[in-house]
């Protein structure tokens, strides 16, 4: 069935809910220049705020309307290039990445090429069929990884979903080789302890070391038992990636973690790492924790610093650091992605972004909590909606990101002032269903070579092309390869 799509162009929307939202955020985030910041003290700070004031902007964002089911509406600088609907690989769109003029996009029941040598017209290369949630990917030469983490019956593309206490239950990390795009072909298997949600890769010249997340301390998987507060550390030498093996199990959280108090979640294990290798540090989003991390010998990551937001956060999610390595970027994935977490009774705190400086250098390096950021647009109670994956886009001097927000869309936004978060562009869909919620929306929205694109989880491919004298500038900024979760030095 082909779904058809209206567009329309909303610029009053982002003006008058960027607007309203810039002004809480303004009020709720204000504090005394002398305090410690922290996530607590953003909160107690907003006990100044008048509850009339407050009430007057959360109405003034309320009062925008929603868009009707499968209604695309967007801000007046951003244009809707094309769109690729589902085909084949017929399970929920995962991450991207990118390696010259391609795009490598994951799919529960495995990955896609596509061809993007012209953005306007994507075309399909190739679709490898390898069930495996949720199959997470990544690329380095000719080298392309996949994440595992569901019991699978063995390692092989043609396993089948077993239960957890079979002793033949596989999960873990897959290799495939990618040097003939129509012809990937799978070259090895790795298990890891408790699968890969994730991983993120910390490449150099002889081999690809990959960082893998996991967090599922099922009592049923014999290897993944609490605590499990660790990452998997995986060696693949590029010429010969068959031989590549776990090399290391580095315990982050020596103490086991946030224990869940306060309605955060247990730290038992990281969801997502980013690294930034031209910095050697890594920021991971562990659950109930974030961390700062030393990467400068790759096989034995460590922690430098170490934060928690008992207040808003519920599970973090992901990280990004602006270009600098001065700030980073964790999100909170409330509800799990499957949850409507982007309306009035949410708030505009939860399920947003925590916006970090890190403060100092090397090993006493800190992470000092500045402000929240949430798109300032409500979304319907049947759309799935918190804050998910997103990159930078490379402007000089400015700190700018593109990011996924499930069902609420795709958002672009500023924090070059780290207290004062906006909004500059947006892209999205309404909800697939006015009476229920049905999971869907931007799983990932990464810039790459001047355009956006964008893996929905249940529409398909999409690519954006922002017009804005704020963004560009990276329109000059030109990429080999990008793996978001290993991010590059844009400009060295």
Not at 287 to 297: P, R, V, Y
Not at 300 to 320: C, G, L, M, Q, Y
Not at 459 to 465: I, P, R, S
């Amino acid at each position: 069935m082909t779904l058809r799509h209206t567009t329309r162009i909303r610029p009053r929307r982002l003006g008058v809910a960027a607007a309203a939202a810039g002004l809480l955020a303004a009020l709720l985030t204000a504090a005394p220049a002398a305090a410690t910041p922290d996530p607590g003290d953003a909160k107690n700070s907003s006990k100044s705020v008048s509850e009339s004031t407050e009430a007057e902007v959360r109405a003034a964002i309320a009062s925008e309307e929603i868009p009707a089911p499968d209604e695309i509406v967007h801000s007046d600088n951003i244009t809707h290039v094309a769109h690729v609907p589902k085909a084949g690989l017929a399970d929920y769109n995962t991450d991207l990445a990118f390696q010259g003029k391609y795009a490598f996009a994951g799919n529960y029941d495995g990955f896609r090429i596509y061809d993007i040598s012209n953005p306007k017209k994507p075309r399909t290369v190739s679709e490898v069929l390898c069930p495996g949630s949720q199959n997470d990917v990544s690329v380095s030469g000719d080298l392309l990884f996949l994440s595992t983490d569901s019991s699978r019956s063995d390692s092989s593309c043609n396993s089948t979903t077993q239960p957890a206490t079979e002793k033949s239950s596989w999960e873990g990390m897959k290799v495939f080789d990618i040097s003939d795009k129509a012809n990937p072909r799978y070259v090895a298997a790795v298990e890891t302890a408790c699968g890969s949600h994730t991983h993120s890769l910390v490449p150099t010249a002889k081999n690809v070391y990959i960082y893998v997340s996991s967090y599922s301390p099922r009592a049923t998987f014999p290897d993944c038992q609490p605590p499990h507060d660790g990452i998997s550390v995986v060696k693949v030498p590029r010429n010969a990636p068959e031989k590549a093996a776990v090399v290391g199990f580095p315990v982050l959280f020596p103490d086991g973690g946030n224990p869940g108090d306060r309605g955060s979640s247990a730290t038992t294990g990281c969801h997502d790492i980013t690294a930034l290798p031209s910095k050697g540090i890594a920021a991971g989003a562990c659950m109930g924790d974030g961390i700062l991390m030393s990467i400068a010998d790759p096989e034995h990551p460590k922690v430098i610093d170490r934060v928690e937001d008992n207040v808003n956060f519920a599970f973090w999610h992901s990280a990004t650091f602006n270009q600098t390595a001065d700030k980073v970027v964790f999100t909170d994935e409330l509800g799990g992605g499957g949850a409507a977490t982007c309306n009035a009774q949410i708030g505009l705190n939860r399920g947003a972004d925590g916006i970090y400086d890190i403060v100092g250098s090397g090993d006493d390096a800190k992470l000092v909590f500045r402000s929240y950021y949430k798109i300032p647009r409500h979304q319907a109670d049947t759309e799935n909606c918190v804050a998910h994956n997103g990159s930078l886009i490379p402007v000089k001097g400015k700190d700018i990101m593109v990011q996924a927000w499930y069902q609420g869309g795709v958002s672009v936004w500023d924090f070059t002032d780290s207290s004062q978060p906006k909004e500059i562009a947006y892209f999205e869909r309404g909800p697939i269903s006015a009476d229920q919620l049905v999971l869907g929306g931007s799983w990932s929205a990464y810039y790459y070579n001047g355009y956006i694109y964008s893996n929905d989880i249940a529409k398909g491919f999409d690519v954006l092309k922002i017009s804005d004298k704020r963004t560009d500038p990276a329109k000059e900024v030109k990429l080999k390869e990008l793996n978001v979760q290993t991010q590059p030095d844009y400009f060295d």
